[in-house]
């Protein structure tokens, strides 16, 4: 009861979506705040499928 009411992710300043994570301090989509953007190879493969 109650497991998912404080928010895990905050907007993310670089990317704009709602995917940077609060306690590790990350975004999920972009990686920010690394400097090069978060890429993998499996996700241009998966775009290709779909």
Do not use: N, Q, V
């Not at 895990?8 to 301090?25: D, I, V």
């Amino acid at each position: 009861m109650g497991k998912f009411k404080t928010p895990t992710h905050a907007r993310c300043r670089r990317c704009g979506r709602r995917s940077f994570h609060y306690r590790s301090r990350r975004c999920a989509h972009c990686g920010f705040p690394d400097p090069k953007w978060r890429k993998y190879r499996w996700t241009k493969s998966l775009k290709e499928r779909t």
